[in-house]
């Protein structure tokens, strides 16, 4: 069999749904022809291959590329300040009330240009891909106006073009009120939904649509109402639910086969149920979780119960989770939420592509699968979890 590359002594954790666990091979080999795997197994069932290149991998471990299926990657400005000054005991609210939070990173980034918002984005970026990640999801949101929006959604494009990366990028314009409309939540709703989705759709700049549901942002109306707007426009959903408060969110995302539910700290059984029946991953950011110092965990019990898949992601952004290691959210997500192992690893391969609706397409060292390919100096695959700011990367591929 001809192939482009062949990799060879590699320990290979497939996570592969038809394999327990982690899907391991401990002798293994795989094949890659034209940016996809064609071929994945034990070195002792292997084809004669006549390969291009052949990669020696000396007994290190060989994954899927990684996936962070939750990021707002793109911003400019940033929120340090702030942060010092909670420390000092100042309240979120007073910072608010003087023109902090989530506006002060929109007025950044309205000032921004695309080019500038890319400069500020890389270093971001390089971190995520100095540990294996392949795959990044990024939202828009901090525009909450047109030109703006659309400009993020661009400048996260951009990014491909600058890195070895796969981008897939998300409308968040239903992040929270601008300024602008805040007396006039109805003609925001309107922009949105008459205006904004449909022009993401129509020009391609995004592959999905999310909200953010919660009493500090939209009601569980509004946000049906964004929903049938993005399903009119033939794009997926998305939801930040049950954050702060039980919206029944999970519910209402569950309700539209959202491909996600995100945060889910005070999701409830019903929601638990509606998100196995239809499908929904429940994405968790630990990040935010600590950053904001909060004490009500998601229901991971009940999701494994349920069969729900959990992914895991670092909610990059610049005041609730200013996490750029991919693998220190999952470090988090094991010790304040109690993943397994597995789970966290399963969290940023198999099921974070499910969570982006990619699950035919990467996530899983399969043949067919997209040739995105992690490659590790550690002895078994716990340490990618267990260890706290190591970088064990051996190679990462795009593509191979």
């Known amino acids: ?42 070195r002792a069932e292997a084809p004669a291959f006549g390969a291009r290149e052949t990669i020696r991998g000396e007994g290190r471990w060989l994954t899927p590329g990684l996936i962070d299926c939750h990021t707002h990657l793109v911003w400019a400005g940033d929120r340090a300040a702030e942060f010092e000054r909670r420390l000092e005991g100042v309240g979120y609210a007073e910072i608010a009330r003087e023109g902090g939070g989530i506006l002060s990173t929109v007025r950044a980034t309205r000032a921004a240009s695309r080019e500038a918002l890319v400069r500020a984005a890389l270093p971001r970026l390089d971190a995520l891909l100095a540990e294996g990640v392949t795959t990044v ?61 449909p022009h993401v759709a129509r020009e391609r700049l995004a592959t999905a649509v999310d909200a953010f549901c919660e009493g500090i942002a939209f009601t569980p109306e509004e946000t049906r109402r964004i929903f049938e707007a993005a399903r009119a426009q033939g794009l997926p959903v998305k939801l930040h639910a049950d954050q702060l408060s039980d919206t029944g969110g999970a519910a209402l995302a569950a309700r539209f086969r959202a491909l996600s539910a995100d945060h889910l700290e005070y999701t409830n059984t019903e929601g638990v149920a509606a998100m196995a029946k239809a499908g929904t991953v429940a994405v968790l950011l630990p990040g935010a979780f600590y950053a904001l110092r909060e004490r009500q965990v998601p229901p991971v019990e009940s999701f494994r119960r349920a069969g729900v898949p959990m992914a895991v992601a670092t909610d990059c952004n610049p005041g609730t989770s200013p996490l750029v290691s991919l693998l220190l959210a999952t470090n988090m997500a094991a010790t304040l939420f109690r993943l397994t192992v597995t789970e966290c690893l399963l969290g940023v391969t198999r099921h974070a592509a499910r969570a982006l609706g990619l699950a035919h397409d990467r996530g899983t060292l399969e043949p067919g699968k997209r040739a995105d390919l992690a490659l590790w100096s550690i002895e078994r695959p716990a340490e990618l979890v267990y260890m706290m700011g190591a970088r064990p990367l051996a190679g990462r591929w795009v593509g191979a």
């Open 137 to 197: 999801e990024v939202k828009s949101g901090y525009g909450l106006e047109p030109a703006t929006e659309y400009r993020q959604l661009e400048a996260a494009a951009a990014l491909e073009a600058e890195r070895a990366v796969r981008i897939e990028r998300t409308f968040l314009g239903a992040h929270t009120l601008p300024p602008e409309f805040a007396s006039d939540r109805e003609g925001y709703l309107r922009l949105l939904c008459e205006g904004m989705i």
């Open 1 to 42: 069999m001809q192939v482009d590359r062949l990799f060879a002594d590699v320990r290979l954790a497939t996570m592969a749904a038809d394999r327990p666990g982690l899907g391991i091979v401990e002798d293994g080999v795989l094949a890659t022809r034209a940016g996809r795997i064609v071929w994945v197994g034990p």
